[in-house]
T-cell receptor
């Protein structure tokens, strides 16, 4: 059972435009969400996170939105740059549980120059 | 941010041999370390969680006797793949979380294991 889903395996966006990556989850116990970026043959690097008490968190070009009623979160990258081309994973955990991160399957973002 | 290293970054071994992968937190004390495995085109799958000085907690379906995890100090955890077989070929990634750092895990660069 995939508790964290990223339904778009790939996404292509023109340089300078907005990239929107989506993530859905099914476990209502999740209360903390994170986005990771991963280049080939490297470990994931943390990008941005959001607690369930918020609906938006912004860090530079990256903004994460959380819609708890829809169990949906999205990552916005504005403006998109060629270096943003990578695989993006969303992850979730339950802070009062075992705090195990549950990852989505990832979305490959390609920024077109 | 905090730095987590893994060694080796790439290893090739013969079937039946054992391989040890090290995960080190370089500038913080990692009270908890996690080991993940990534299959091609799939998300990271948690294999086990280890807390310093105690036995690792393995996820369902992960063979404890095959994937030996030791977290002997606050800066080092090791994963030993015993009697490796070609199906163990994968990308293994560790992550570490420090004391009081509840919201973030720092990931290592990963180790590519190829078993011939």
């Amino acid at each position: 059972d995939q508790q964290v889903k990223q339904n778009s395996p790939s996404l292509s966006v023109q340089e300078g435009r907005i990239s929107i990556l989506n993530c859905d989850y099914t476990n209502s116990m999740f209360d903390y969400f994170l986005w990771y970026k991963k280049y080939p043959a490297e470990g994931p690097t943390f990008l941005i996170s959001i607690s369930s008490i918020k609906d938006k968190n912004e860090d530079g070009r990256f903004t994460v939105f959380l819609n708890k009623s829809a169990k949906h979160l999205s990552l916005h990258i504005v403006p998109s740059q060629p270096g943003d081309s990578a695989v993006y994973f969303c992850a979730a955990f339950w802070s009062f549980g075992n705090e195990k991160l549950t990852f989505g399957t990832g979305t490959r973002l390609t920024i077109i120059p | 941010g905090a730095v987590v290293s893994q060694h080796p970054s790439w290893v090739i071994c013969k079937s039946g041999t054992s391989v040890k992968i090290e995960c080190r937190s370089l500038d913080f004390q990692a009270t908890t370390m996690f080991w993940y495995r990534q299959f091609p085109k799939q998300s990271l799958m948690l294999m086990a969680t280890s807390n310093e000085g105690s036995k690792a907690t393995y996820e369902q379906g992960v063979e404890k006797d095959k994937f030996l995890i030791n977290h002997a100090s606050l800066t080092l955890s090791t994963l030993t793949v015993t009697s490796a077989h070609p199906e163990d070929s994968s990308f293994y990634i560790c992550s570490a979380r420090g004391r009081g750092n509840d919201d973030e895990q720092f990931f290592g660069p990963g180790t590519r294991l190829t078993v011939l």
